[in-house]
């Protein structure tokens, strides 16, 4: 498996996690009115995004490197 394919899975995966894990502090939120579960769902949400901008950059820096 190449650096290319393995950025590709490890980052989608940890992006799926990251929002999964907002929407499940987001719903917490709503349930219990913590404010630390939403200071936790934004920054969860935030840091999904972020990895879809570091996928961005490894894709397009990466783009001479085969898959296999």
């Keep these: 498996m190449s650096l290319k394919a393995f ?17 499940w502090l ?21 840091a999904g995004v972020g990895l879809i901008w570091y996928g961005k950059i490894v894709l397009r820096k990466l783009k001479h490197i085969s898959y296999l």
Excluded: D, E
């Design 26 to 46: 987001l719903n917490n939120y709503l349930a219990t009115k913590a404010v630390v579960a939403l200071i936790g769902a934004i920054a969860s949400a935030a």
């Design 7 to 23: 950025h590709i899975v490890f980052v989608a995966i940890s992006t799926l996690l990251a929002f999964f894990f907002a929407g």
